[in-house]
């Protein structure tokens, strides 16, 4: 049956990406579907595959969710396309869209520092910034934001000093707005993965990726699927108490 709303999915255009398989998971579940990407033309592409293998309705647009203008103008574009009855009403945002750096600390430039904070953490504050209040107005929202578990041991995995900050800055955003959403009717959680089978770590040795694999108490890194399944559960009507909390996807690599 299809859902009543439509999911907003950041960062859904890269091949292998948890995005992508978020997508193709709120999609089976029936939700609508808009993909936003930096790759405006693979956003396209994607959402019109995923109309096709799955029957829902589904859009793609270009953004930059650093940018501030470009994120108003993706939100517009998305309004258009609800008024034109090309998808339903926006019921979830889920903020996927993130960059990570393995350049060690001393060899970080500040440029480094605010991109890698600009698009993880400053994306997650402009998109949701620009989805809530329609969400707060129709009574029914979920946001998930991508943390990781790099956020709550300090990297371990690939990425360092600046996405450990970015990703903990998520957590705190998650939080602080969910005590300020109150019975709005619109949630806000976070998940934290651990290693997951994507492009996101290229240059990383077979060394590195088997130093992380034997790392995990379940041997192996998770599959997107593994991701996009808790991500698609929190914005589910089974979520409904869920408010400010952190799912962990880990493996077992980081038990607090
Ligand atoms: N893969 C992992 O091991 C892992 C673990 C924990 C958390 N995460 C997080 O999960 C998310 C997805 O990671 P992935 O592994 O699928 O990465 P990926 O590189 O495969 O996909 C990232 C996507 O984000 C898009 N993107 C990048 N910058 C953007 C911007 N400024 N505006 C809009 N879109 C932008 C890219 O075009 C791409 O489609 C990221 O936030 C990442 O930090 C990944």
Redesign the pocket.
């Known amino acids: 049956m299809p859902h009543t709303y439509t999911a907003v999915i950041?960062?859904?255009?890269?091949?292998?990406?948890?995005?992508?398989?978020t997508a193709y998971a709120y999609a089976r579940a029936g939700w609508g579907i808009a993909i936003?990407?930096?790759?405006g033309d693979?956003a396209v592409r994607v959402a019109a595959q995923i109309a096709a293998d799955t029957g829902v309705k589904a859009v793609g647009a270009?953004?930059?969710?650093?940018?501030e203008t470009?994120v108003e103008a993706a939100q517009k574009a998305i309004d258009v396309h609800v008024a034109a009855g090309d998808i339903p009403s926006v019921g979830a945002l889920a903020?996927?869209?993130?960059?990570?750096s393995p350049v060690p600390f001393l060899e970080t430039t500040l440029s480094l520092w605010n991109t890698v904070l600009?698009?993880?953490a400053t994306?997650t504050y402009l998109m949701t910034r620009a989805f809530l209040p329609a969400m707060i107005e129709q009574r029914f929202g979920r946001i998930v934001n991508?943390?990781?578990?790099?956020a709550q041991r300090g990297g371990g995995?690939?990425?360092k000093v600046p996405?450990s900050a970015a990703?903990a800055a998520v957590l705190g955003l998650t939080k602080a707005l969910a005590r300020e959403l109150g019975d709005s009717g619109v949630t806000v959680n976070a998940?934290?993965?651990?290693?997951?089978?994507?492009?996101?770590?290229?240059g990383s040795t077979d060394e590195q990726e088997a130093a992380i694999a034997n790392a995990i108490p379940l041997g192996r890194?998770?599959t997107?699927a593994e991701?996009a399944d808790v991500i698609v559960f929190l914005s589910s009507d089974q979520a409904s108490y869920l408010q400010g909390t952190t799912i962990d996807i880990n493996g077992g690599s980081h038990l607090h």
Request: no cysteine.
């Open positions: 950041t960062g859904a255009a890269a091949d292998r990406g948890i995005g992508m398989a936003l990407d930096l790759d693979a270009r953004v930059d969710v650093a940018d470009s903020n996927i869209a993130g960059i990570t600009a698009v993880n994306g991508m943390s990781s578990v790099s995995v690939f990425g996405y990703k998940v934290a993965p651990g290693a997951v089978d994507t492009n996101i770590r290229v890194t998770a997107t991701v």
